[in-house]
């Protein structure tokens, strides 16, 4: 029995009272529906410290208001950035400040508990209960006291981009949660993150309305915000019309709506392989008949007819610029229209030398891409100390190189241009730099370029079996970028690349601090290995990686994640039982409880078949008594 201070008793009795259709008694039914749903959240205010939030009134007419809790300044404070984070415009009217506007009979008495630390809101009736779960767990979830004092930001950072790899929102909100609590993000760099964080869920509503978004987008910013906001560009503002095949209503709509607030997502055509960017950039070309923009390269990238068909809307002279004899001029016209890119490859046909590093340069700080970086910075250093020295005479072109020489918090002088350089390069980069490459490698370094290179991926595995102490430290914090670059593969998993994936997913398991994405990732490459098949001793060298994971990390908390690692050995093609023994009663004595069913049909898969196979697999792995009767073969196997 839950026991509440006597003031919070006399409160929930008169809140939880005849006029509200969720009352005391119904809360406390066991299995019904207001006892899954609000008792959970009631419970939170027991105790003489009551836990911040949130509970439903629910009037005769069954209109939900919900009112969230808190008792103290860090309480509120905490309350409001969550419910804004996991509610926020996409699921609720919540809003920070406008609660005390509404007219409600239980304000007085909100008001009393919670000393005026109270927010109200209305909800999606959907939604709201599955995202206010989720909240509270993050809550759960975050480090408390001491341990905070011990977290790593490039551990943090690990956390939080493998969690948007795997589209898991707690781990993800925990990880951002906890980079804003260890301070060493500014708060421009931390809003990128919120924007990743956003657009990786697909809370359009939530990402156009954060604090300060227009200060971002009207600032230079990383390309992976910039492809987040135009993913809501697209989300919000193209994908209705093209739903309805309305490529009239999709052009009017663009030059009315997102063109005059957000034309400066749009200045620089920049490098992308982001399909909702290219349609952004389409519909842009159309609308506004942007000269900026290869017709023929959007008319190849976007097969789809809707852009097939948009496209022919634009003429081919409105792609014309003013042509300039002199290269150098011309290049600065193609930057004026917006087409930084022609301007790259046309300062990249001329004679190394001052001038066209400056252009490479200033076209680099434009583009924001890798590739472009590395050619501009290369330039840079085949230049003469002299040459070096007239490059950096003013001080905008000394901001030019420090920014494109800055990744993360930190700096380099050589870019790598693929996953064989970056790992080459390793021992001299710092590791926010390493993995900050790593992240935007992964996204922008061509498949296609690697297997020209290193044909077999032969000095790629090769590199990754012998990198020494300080490579194998960096490596941990990038090694689900890694994985990120392989799962994009249109041919993914490919046979012949399979050492490759079992090296990654063993080191994923290894250099892991326990996170649930880690093991979702896991699962991931172990489906795909299953996939391609697994000879016994790679198998086995499997299991021996995941059964420490296990034995160290697993919970209640990631009892559906574990039950689809077991799945994915119950679908590889090796049954035996000594091998899967340890792992069974690992995953029994903390799983079982949490999913019978779904342990039960692991364990029928994975139990001996025969008398053979049990006296073999307990003699092997000196099971104790009691494993000796968990998993006896069924009656038919005496036969």
């Not at 000393?115 to 480090?143: C, I, N």
């Not at 090769?462 to 090694?479: G, P, R």
């Not at 990686?545 to 050995?569: G, V």
């Amino acid at each position: 029995m839950v026991n509440f201070a006597p003031q919070m008793q006399a409160f929930l009795e008169v809140f939880f009272g005849n006029s509200n259709r969720a009352t005391l008694a119904s809360i406390n039914v066991p299995d019904s529906n207001h006892a899954k749903k609000i008792k959970p959240f009631v419970d939170r205010l027991s105790s003489d410290n009551p836990l911040p939030s949130v509970i439903p009134f629910i009037d005769s007419d069954n209109k939900v208001t919900w009112f969230g809790l808190a008792f103290d300044e860090n309480q509120f404070s905490m309350l409001g950035d969550s419910l804004y984070a996991f509610l926020g415009p996409s699921f609720s009217t919540f809003h920070r400040g406008e609660q005390k506007v509404y007219k409600h009979s239980m304000i007085p008495h909100v008001e009393q508990i919670t000393k005026g630390h109270y927010f109200m809101f209305e909800a999606d009736g959907k939604e709201v209960h599955s995202q206010l779960t989720k909240m509270f767990g993050v809550w759960e979830r975050r480090p408390k006291g001491r341990k905070k004092l011990n977290q790593n930001i490039d551990q943090l950072l690990r956390d939080f981009y493998t969690a948007l790899e795997v589209k898991n929102q707690v781990d993800a909100e925990v990880s951002l949660q906890s980079i804003r609590d260890l301070g060493q993000f500014n708060a421009q760099n931390f809003k990128f993150l919120q924007i990743q964080y956003l657009s990786a869920f697909q809370l359009w509503d939530d990402l156009f309305a954060l604090p300060g978004i227009t200060d971002v987008i009207i600032a230079r910013r990383p390309l992976a915000v910039t492809e987040a906001l135009l993913s809501g560009i697209y989300a919000q503002h193209i994908a209705p019309y093209e739903d309805k095949n309305d490529i009239d209503g999709a052009m009017e709509h663009f030059r009315k709506e997102p063109w005059p607030s957000y034309s400066a997502l749009f200045q620089y055509r920049r490098v992308s392989k982001n399909e909702d960017v290219l349609k952004c950039y389409a519909v842009h070309a159309v609308a506004l008949s942007s000269k900026q923009y290869d017709i023929s390269e959007l008319k190849s990238s976007l097969r789809d007819p809707f852009y097939q068909e948009l496209l022919t809307h634009i003429t081919p002279q409105l792609q014309k610029s003013t042509s300039h004899a002199d290269p150098y001029k011309q290049a600065q016209v193609e930057m004026e229209n917006g087409r930084t890119e022609q301007a790259f490859k046309l300062l990249l046909t001329l004679p190394v030398g001052v001038q066209r590093t400056m252009g490479l340069l200033n076209c680099a700080l434009d583009l924001l891409d890798l590739s472009s970086i590395k050619v501009a910075l290369d330039a840079y250093e085949e230049l003469e100390s002299e040459e070096k020295q007239k490059v950096r005479a003013t001080q905008r072109m000394q901001n030019i190189l420090q920014k494109l020489q800055t990744f993360g918090q930190d700096t380099i002088s050589r870019v790598p241009g693929n996953w064989i350089d970056w790992i080459h390069q390793l021992e001299e980069m710092e590791v926010g730099v390493s993995s900050e490459i790593a992240r935007q490698g992964a996204v922008q370094w061509e498949m296609t370029q690697l297997i020209e290179q290193d044909p077999g991926l032969t000095e790629l595995y090769t590199s990754l079996c012998n990198m020494d102490v300080s490579q194998q430290t960096k490596m941990i914090y990038a090694i689900s970028h890694l994985i990120s670059f392989f799962r994009k593969d249109e041919y993914w998993p490919r046979l012949e690349w399979k050492r490759i994936y079992l090296w990654l997913s063993t080191y994923l398991l290894k250099s892991s601090c326990g996170a649930h994405a880690d093991l979702t990732l896991f699962n991931s490459v172990f489906k795909a290995l299953n996939t391609v098949g697994l000879e016994v001793e790679e198998y086995c060298d499997l299991m021996e990686h995941l059964l420490p994971w296990m034995e160290k990390n697993a919970s209640t908390s990631q009892t559906e994640t574990i039950m689809e690692t077991c799945e994915c050995i119950v679908t590889a093609p090796y049954r035996e039982f000594q091998l899967h023994l340890p792992l069974l009663q690992l995953v029994e004595s903390r799983m079982k409880a949490a999913s019978p069913k779904k342990w039960q049909s692991v364990r029928e898969s994975l139990a001996p078949r025969n008398w053979h196979e049990w006296f073999y697999g307990m003699k092997e792995q000196k099971a104790p008594t009691d494993a000796l009767f968990a998993y006896l073969p069924d009656h038919d196997a005496m036969e």
